[in-house]
């Protein structure tokens, strides 16, 4: 009896032992999951802290760049222009009110006065007709808001370009420079072989000097593309206000030459259409012309209508209480007589001819731009091309002149001048893709065709 009950006791302990052992290992699981996925976020935060987003980076800088803020200011103040301006259109209200001592001697005993004299006045002025001033000054008001509004379009657009620009150069240097890197680190593994080679009896002198001759030329290539991406750092902080930590998150950006127009005939017709600078221009040509308008109208005279009430208390010499009304038009006109008038009028016109002529000369200058960046396009697209080939027969040569090399059959200069070719050949190929992206949004911009919507990531 006693041994059933010890065995009843004992089975008891173990099952309650291996059901805390399995409670125990589900929370120990449970941990390790949640210790993973801390794990995993803490990475993927600190992954996306350090990415850097294109395209919300320019959002950003859109909105809040130095040079838009004050255009936005520039817009608001136009618009308070215009409800400054179309105040002639409203009556206006004076009010005036006197208070002092007046003293008047009159010819004749007992005639003078000495008074403390009050007025008060009120006045509603409203213009009948100014010959269409009022409304050449409105128009003048709205087209400064027109214009603002079409500088703000193409500061956007500039800075646009600017910051697509300072992107691509920042990658631009950067792979210089880890191009640099790799041949000095290339050259050096090379330098301590042919010493390796001469501590052993079995190498040149000479070849060790020349492969540190080499390594000193790579250093120098290396620390002078250095600086190139310390230049574009300064550029992209400045439209940026900020620099990523990672530089290899920086990817390159898809092309948009399929979206520019085929022919350069066809180019030439949207940039004199869309173009933002030529578009602000053109209203700046707008506002000169109403100018003439307005000056016009100053030539002649203004009918006014006003109507003014006067309260009086021992004023003028007059003893006592004194009420004055009228309602009247005014008739003025203003003439200088040595007819100054009439020359700013001409000089409005001149004013319009010499902005037509502006235009014009910025229209040439706009499309030989565009021709300018066509052919630089055409001529980095074809560059690209043969450079990225050569870069890709160099490392070919490379990796068989190391091989060739090792079986002695190679000079050491060989293996050099390889690895200098290579190095300069991939920053050649890069700076060449660079190049062809940047035309084509220049040419984008020049069209005003440049969104934020042409930007796209090449993945991989």
């Known amino acids: 009896m006693l041994n059933i009950l010890l065995n009843e006791t004992l089975n008891l302990y173990t099952i309650s032992f291996l059901w805390i ?9 449970l941990h390790k999951g949640i210790f993973v996925l801390l794990i995993f976020l803490f990475l993927d935060a600190n992954s996306q802290e350090k990415s850097f987003n294109l395209k919300q980076s320019i959002d950003k800088v859109l909105r809040n760049h130095k040079t838009i803020l004050a255009t936005k200011t520039d817009i608001e103040a136009a618009k308070f222009r215009i ?9 206006s209200l004076d009010v005036t009110a006197n208070y002092g001592h007046e003293n008047i001697i009159k010819y004749g005993p007992g005639n003078n006065t000495q008074l403390a004299a009050r007025d008060a006045t009120a006045k509603i002025t409203q213009t009948l007709s100014d010959f269409g001033l009022t409304k050449s000054t409105v128009k003048t008001s709205k087209l400064s808001l027109k214009q603002t509004r079409a500088l703000e379009r193409q500061i ?7 910051a697509l620009t300072a992107y691509l150069r920042v990658i631009q240097s950067r792979e210089s420079v880890k191009f640099a890197k790799q041949s000095v680190e290339n050259i050096k593994k090379q330098t301590e072989l042919e010493d390796a080679a001469v501590s052993a009896g079995g190498g040149l002198t000479s070849d060790v000097l020349q492969a540190k001759t080499q390594l000193a030329g790579a250093q120098a290539r290396q620390i002078q593309f250095e600086g190139v991406l310390d230049a574009a ?13 990672n530089l290899g998150s920086l990817k390159l950006l898809k092309s948009v030459i ?6 350069l005939d066809e180019a030439e ?12 221009a053109r209203v700046s040509t707008e506002i000169s012309k109403e100018a003439i308008n307005t000056a016009r109208a100053s030539l002649f005279p203004k009918i006014k209508g006003i109507i003014s009430h006067s309260e009086k208390q021992d004023f003028g010499g007059i003893v006592g209480f004194k009420r ?14 040595s007819f100054s008038e009439y020359a700013g009028k001409d000089a409005a016109v001149q004013s319009y001819l010499s902005n037509q002529t502006r235009i014009k000369d910025q229209e040439d200058m706009i499309t030989q731009m565009l021709r300018t960046t066509w052919d630089g396009l055409s001529t980095a697209q074809k560059n690209a091309e043969f450079l990225s080939n050569q870069a890709r027969i160099s490392g070919e040569f490379l990796e068989l002149a190391r091989t060739e090399r090792q079986a002695g059959n190679r000079t050491l200069l060989d293996v050099l001048n390889g690895e200098t070719a290579f190095i300069n050949s991939q920053s050649d190929a890069i700076a060449a893709k660079i190049e062809v992206l940047i035309n084509s949004f220049t040419l984008l911009s020049l069209m005003g065709g440049l969104t934020l919507d042409n930007i796209e990531l090449v993945q991989n």
């Not at 300064?234 to 900020?242: G, I, L, N």
């Not at 949207?270 to 578009?279: F, R």
């Open 21 to 29: 052992s399995k409670f125990l290992a589900k929370i120990m699981v």
């Open 83 to 91: 409800k400054q301006s179309k105040g002639g259109y409203f009556p």
């Open 156 to 162: 956007k657009n500039d800075i646009l370009l600017r």
């Open 233 to 245: 750092k300064h550029e992209f902080v400045y439209v940026f206000e900020t620099f990523p930590r």
């Open 258 to 263: 399929n979206k520019l127009p085929k022919t």
């Open 269 to 280: 017709k949207i940039v004199l259409k869309n173009n933002p600078s030529l578009i602000s």
């Open 324 to 337: 004055e009304s009228s309602a009247k038009i005014d008739f003025s006109y203003p003439l200088n007589l």
